[in-house]
Each structure stands twice: as structure tokens, then as C-alpha cells.
């Protein structure tokens, strides 16, 4: 059973910057597809971000393109998501995913609040 920790989420002012890390264990990393979700009140679970197991692409939500960034180390199984200018409106939980094949798993989430 694999398991993704996030961390990263804060507090931070309209056009501000934060970086999210997820940290897989108990998993091969590097055969993972990885995303990230988020969730705001009242609405449904969302893609924000994706990344194939290598990292040669990346898909992005077109209501963050240009302003967030996807990467990962496969060494360290680790996944990112660089958010610059952040908006009021990319308050939610940001939640780490892993797909292969029929395996898919969550991390618990981590709050980003942007609000001056």
C-alpha cells in the first residue's frame, strides 16, 4: 500500500508564491503517473496538474497554465508543484495522486489559503 504525504500548504497573499512537495513510500515511484488535485469548499475534486512516470510531459488545468509547475525526482520519489501568482480563487486542499494502471492512490491533502 503506497503511501503520499504532502506538505506545503500555507497562508499566502494574492500573487504570492508556494511550493507543495508530496513524498511516496512503499511504492516503485518512477512507474507512477502523478498529479495533483485540489478541492475547494463546496466543490468537487479538480486536476490541477499532471506528470508522466519519467517526466517527459506534463498536462496542466487551463485555470493555472503559466503560473503553476509540475516536476518530480524519481530519486528521491518525490513530486512538486511550483504555484506563482496565486489567486483567491486556488483556495482549496491540494491533494498528491499516484496512478498506475488500476493502482491509485491519495496523499491526505494539504490547506492553501490565498487571502490578503
Known amino acids: 500500500q503506497a503511501q503520499l504525504v504532502e506538505s506545503g500548504g500555507d497562508l499566502v497573499q494574492p500573487g504570492g508564491s508556494l511550493r507543495l512537495s508530496c513524498a511516496a513510500s512503499?511504492?516503485?515511484?518512477?512507474?507512477?503517473?502523478m498529479s495533483w488535485y485540489r478541492q475547494a469548499p463546496g466543490k468537487e475534486r479538480e486536476l490541477v496538474a499532471s506528470?508522466?512516470?519519467?517526466?517527459?510531459?506534463?498536462e496542466y488545468s487551463d485555470s493555472v497554465k503559466g503560473r503553476f509547475t509540475i516536476s518530480r525526482n524519481n530519486d528521491l520519489d518525490m513530486v512538486y508543484l511550483q504555484m506563482n501568482n496565486l489567486r483567491p480563487e486556488d483556495t482549496a486542499v491540494y491533494y498528491c495522486?499516484?496512478?498506475?494502471?488500476?493502482?491509485?492512490?491519495w496523499g491526505q491533502g494539504t490547506p492553501v489559503t490565498v487571502s490578503s
Open positions: 495522486n499516484a496512478k498506475f494502471g488500476e493502482l491509485n492512490y
Open positions: 512503499d511504492v516503485t515511484f518512477s512507474l507512477y503517473r
Open positions: 506528470i508522466t512516470d519519467f517526466g517527459g510531459s506534463t
